[in-house]
Nanobody, 114 residues
Framework: QVQLVESGGGLVQAGGSLRLSCAAS????????MGWYRQAPGKQRELVAT???????SYADSVKGRFTISRDNAKNTMYLQMNSLKPEDTAVYYC????????WGQGTQVTVSS
């Protein structure tokens, strides 16, 4: 059973930084595609960033140059470093992995105040 647990969300002022973590169990973060999505109130869930087993990364245009996705295979954890945060980054952030089926974490709230 694949389980993903996010942490690291919180309240930060605009221009600040946060690092989200996604700890995996029942599956290795080094295999398959992993990524971060976010969902703001009243909006659809949107893709933020992905990382493949070959460490290729991709980002939504809205976060390019500000967010960095990475993983630590030894800790079986994926990260999202978020810098220069904006109020429009406020959302619940979810980690996911795609390996046959799609598995989701429970989400962590990020709130950016202006």
């Amino acid at each position: 059973q694949v389980q993903l647990v996010e942490s690291g969300g919180g309240l930060v002022q605009a221009g600040g930084s946060l690092r989200l973590s996604c700890a995996a169990s029942g599956a290795s973060v080094s295999i398959g595609v992993m990524g971060w999505y976010r969902q703001a109130p009243g909006k659809q869930r949107e893709l933020v960033a992905t990382i493949t087993n070959g460490r290729a990364t991709s980002y939504a245009d809205s976060v390019k140059g500000r967010f960095t996705i990475s993983r630590d295979n030894a800790k079986n954890t994926m990260y999202l470093q978020m810098n220069s945060l904006k109020p429009e980054d406020t959302a619940v952030y979810y980690c996911m992995t795609l390996r046959g089926a799609t598995y989701w974490g429970q989400g962590t709230q990020v709130t950016v105040s202006s």
